[in-house]
């Protein structure tokens, strides 16, 4: 076979692969009903393939114009993502209903294994396990969260002292993520897996392997491979994540396995003087469930890497925000100023109550999340149910078809947000601030968040130029939901925060 000829062959094969999918293209937006517009295709030759070439570098653009045009509007569009795959972005209106259908209608963790390439890369979590583990993170981790905090701080300080000389007075440039990643890495690392693995320097370079390519296989796999090339692609790439994962649960499934034997212990003796750690890795047992060593451990290594990565990007962004608004606004004298005045002796980096004050930390956070959200399109689900399932408006979507709502349009409304493309790190706590003046308690030692269910407290948020409410930010809401909403809001977002606003505050302070 002669060399011109392979090159002819591979050559007819590609264009075949490229027509077959302009045509399974081209059925898909025919089985959408036409009442729900396609934003970036044109009426051109190979109209959708080259709307998906476009919308690799698009960015933002195309789901912005979408939203303007019709979410709005109240009404849905269809768009294509970076790997090829068909979305229907749905308006505001409709994110509450869509958050709250039964698990046979929508499945979030369809789309979980499918866009990050998860399904590929590592061994699937069953959905027990993964409920089981969200739980001990939203319930566990907030009711411990003063237990843990000292000595999250401790880890962070310990981490950027030996990044930043603070004997030295004089100004020099700095790498803001070489200084924040490994801070609040070894933060996350104690928190997650505990004291004793969270020492084991053999454990944590093999934990930070195995993170680091899930994290490119993830992105490169599940976000930019054309989704017909993903399956085969991703379990190439997983060769690798493997192998690492498979030499991180030879130090992670005996340390489980020791946890459960001391629990199973103590109840036969409760005088064994067991002191349960308090770690991400004991709520698990406890909230998993019937579940081995292995399955607990497996969950921990899934989730990890977004926790993680998750509280790096924040808290970089919101440091970058901060430090490039003009000196004369004074935003950083007053974070600096709030994190003196909250943390003045040792004993208030232990304190649960010492997190509430950080009430502008907490708003600059926010702002910058809502600026740059960590996706653009949100609280994705795909269609299970055979028959499809009927929107709100009538319109009928198809068994696997994908949909979610547009955060960048949602956080970049105005009705929502007054003047929105302007960075206000006091955006969020001046609501809260001024509930504060209403009932009397600005400046004083409350330390309690505000109640936004209370009616004097209460925030409309379908209701156009409100004021975006006092809550926190490890809560939701169909306005801010940059780790989701409702029941299916990320099982991260009640790890991020707290380890954000520590992160900022030693630093500042």
């Not at 692969?17 to 937006?29: D, Q």
């Not at 934003?39 to 998906?52: I, K, L, Q, Y």
């Not at 897996?193 to 944590?204: A, I």
């Not at 907490?362 to 609280?379: H, I, K, Q, V």
Request: neutral net charge; aromatic residues 10%; contains cysteine.
């Amino acid at each position: 076979m002669s060399f011109t000829f392979s090159w002819a062959l591979w050559g007819f094969g590609a264009l075949a692969v490229f027509v077959a999918k302009e045509v399974y293209w081209e059925v898909n937006r025919r089985r959408m009903p036409a009442s729900i517009a396609w934003v970036g295709p044109r009426d051109e030759v190979f109209s959708m393939f080259r709307a998906w070439m476009r919308e690799l570098t698009a960015g933002l653009k195309t789901v912005e114009e979408g939203y303007n045009k019709y979410n709005t509007k109240g009404k849905p569009f269809a768009i294509l993502d970076t790997a090829g795959r068909s979305h229907v972005i749905l308006p505001k209106e409709l994110m509450r209903w869509l958050v709250s259908q039964k698990a046979d209608i929508f499945s979030q963790e369809e789309v979980r294994n499918t866009r990050f390439a998860v399904k590929y890369l590592i061994p699937p979590v069953t959905i027990e396990m993964n409920e089981g583990f969200m739980l001990a993170l939203r319930r566990d981790l907030t009711r411990n969260l003063g237990r843990t905090q000292k000595t999250v701080f401790d880890v962070l300080r310990l981490s950027l002292d030996s990044t930043i000389e603070r004997a030295d007075t004089s100004w020099h440039e700095i790498d803001l993520v070489a200084v924040l990643k490994p801070a609040i890495t070894n933060a996350m690392n104690r928190i997650i897996v505990g004291q004793d693995l969270s020492g084991n320097e053999t454990f944590l370079k093999t934990f930070e392997k195995f993170n680091d390519y899930l994290g490119l296989g993830s992105v490169v796999i599940g976000q930019y491979v054309p989704y017909f090339l993903t399956a085969p692609l991703g379990y190439l790439a997983s060769i690798t994540v493997r192998l690492y994962r498979r030499k991180a649960l030879k130090y992670l499934v005996p340390e489980v396995q020791a946890r459960m034997d001391a629990i199973q212990l103590a109840k036969r003796d409760p005088a064994s003087g067991y002191k349960p750690p308090v770690d991400i890795i004991q709520w698990s047992i406890g909230t998993c469930k019937n579940a081995s060593a292995r399955d607990v451990s497996d969950a921990i290594l899934s989730t990890a890497l977004a926790a993680t990565h998750t509280t790096i990007m924040t808290s970089t962004s919101t440091f970058v925000d901060i430090l490039n608004s003009p000196p004369e606004l004074g935003y950083f004298d007053a974070i600096h100023d709030e994190a003196v005045s909250v943390f003045q002796t040792e004993e208030d980096w232990g304190k649960q109550a010492s997190l509430h004050k950080l009430s502008r930390t907490d708003s600059a956070l926010r702002e910058s999340m809502r600026l740059n959200p960590l996706f653009g399109r949100g609280t994705m689900q795909q269609v299970m149910h055979k028959n499809g399932v009927t929107l709100p408006d009538g319109n009928r979507v198809p068994q696997g078809q994908w949909l979610g709502v547009s955060l960048t349009g949602i956080n970049q409304d105005e009705r929502y947000y007054p003047d929105p493309h302007k960075y206000n790190p006091w955006r969020f706590s001046q609501a809260r601030e001024e509930i504060a003046l209403k009932h009397g308690t600005f400046g004083s030692d409350s330390t309690e968040p505000v109640d936004n269910d209370k009616p004097d407290n209460k925030v409309d948020n379908d209701k156009p130029d409100n004021k975006p409410n006092g809550s926190y930010l490890s809560t939701s809401e169909d306005r801010f939901a940059p780790f989701g909403f409702g029941k299916h809001s990320w099982y991260v977002a009640s790890i991020s925060p707290s380890d954000a606003s520590f992160t900022s505050s030693p630093f500042l302070n």
